[in-house]
């Protein structure tokens, strides 16, 4: 199935519906509040061994944080999603680098990224919150192609992005150093045609969304 054209109007992410369902979990932009919850997630030093990121040392790292990916969704680069579980924060997700083009190219596309608080791990919540936000870029903001990658040696991570049904692109040896060490990357991608493909053939059992 070939892909629609770019959409025709480039829309601004505070005139989109920004929160999302589902039966377990709830997608919401985040406020600073979220600190007081987020802190001791995110100052846990095994939470980020396989991240970009490093594990916060105090709360005005994790305030300053939120402020940050506050003013990202305001600037439309970004589209960043506080993850509730059971009424209370537990992770985070985002589109980041949202891109539409540059002179005469389109690009129409973004890169997820997410974490989830340590107790929460292998119960499948985040595979549900990457779903619902895979959805979301594709048939709300109506990107092209949503691109992800993973350490390799993040098995966890890898389990998610191939359960959403993302398309493996390649393996980059040596592509980042982290704590003494240089860790291969995992790039995989998907494209609007091969979403609306995989959702109309189920080709592969997704978590059950809420409308």
């Known amino acids: 199935m070939l892909s629609a054209p770019p959409r025709s109007s480039i829309p601004k992410l505070d005139s989109l519906p920004l929160e999302i369902d589902s039966p377990r979990i709830k997608l919401r932009p985040q406020r600073e509040s979220d600190a007081e919850a987020f802190f001791p997630y995110v100052s846990d030093p095994e939470l980020p061994k396989l991240v970009t990121w490093a594990a916060h040392k105090k709360i005005e790292e994790t305030r300053e944080w939120l402020e940050g990916s506050s003013a990202m969704v305001a600037a439309g680069t970004d589209m960043v999603w506080t993850i509730e579980h059971e009424g209370g924060p537990v992770g985070c997700i985002g589109l980041h680098g949202i891109k539409w083009g540059v002179r005469a190219v389109r690009f129409d596309r973004a890169e997820l990224g997410y974490w989830i608080a340590r107790p929460l791990w292998g119960k499948g919540l985040m595979t549900e919150a990457a779903t619902l936000a895979t959805r979301w870029a594709f048939e709300t903001l109506g990107l092209h192609k949503v691109n992800v990658r993973c350490f390799e040696t993040n098995l966890a991570s890898k389990r998610v992005i191939e ?10 040896e040596d592509d980042i150093w982290r704590d003494g060490q240089w860790f291969a990357h995992l790039s995989y991608e998907l494209t609007a045609s091969e979403w609306a493909d995989s959702t109309r053939t189920l080709r592969f059992k997704r978590p059950p969304v809420m409308e």
């Open 163 to 172: 359960k959403v049904g993302f398309r493996f692109v390649g393996r980059a």
